[in-house]
Nanobody, 124 residues
Framework: QVQLVESGGGLVQAGASLRLSCAAS????????MGWFRQAPGKEREFVST????????YYADSVKGRFTISRDNAKKMGYLQMNSLKPEDTAVYYC?????????????????WGQGTQVTVSS
């Protein structure tokens, strides 16, 4: 059993930055790929970014490429999403998730454990 807890969301103005954190407990975090997804009201859950077990493979959605940076610290069992140059269209609940294999994936159904989400609201 793996528990994931996101933090770091909030209300910011367009152009600002936020850093989301994902704390993992249970399981062997260092062997799992991790992903960030988001869901805006009335929309389906959307892929944001994914990182493999050792950080050697990373993939971003086109909508966040160049603005967001995913990272992880296996020793601390933590994942991060640095979000810069935020836009109103980035407003959503952000979720971290892990899959029980080392390599990346961009579809929600490839992930087994999910956090409860953290709200990010970007005002114009």
């Amino acid at each position: 059993q793996v528990q994931l807890v996101e933090s770091g969301g909030g209300l910011v103005q367009a152009g600002a930055s936020l850093r989301l954190s994902c704390a993992a407990s249970g399981g062997t975090f260092s062997t799992y790929a991790m992903g960030w997804f988001r869901q805006a009201p009335g929309k389906e859950r959307e892929f944001v970014s994914t990182i493999n077990w050792n950080g050697g493979r990373i993939y971003y959605a086109d909508s966040v490429k160049g603005r967001f940076t995913i990272s992880r610290d296996n020793a601390k069992k933590m994942g991060y999403l640095q979000m810069n140059s935020l836009k109103p269209e980035d407003t959503a609940v952000y979720y971290c998730a892990v899959r029980l294999v080392p390599d990346i994936a961009s579809t929600p159904n490839a992930y087994y454990y999910w956090g409860q989400g953290t709200q990010v609201t970007v005002s114009s």
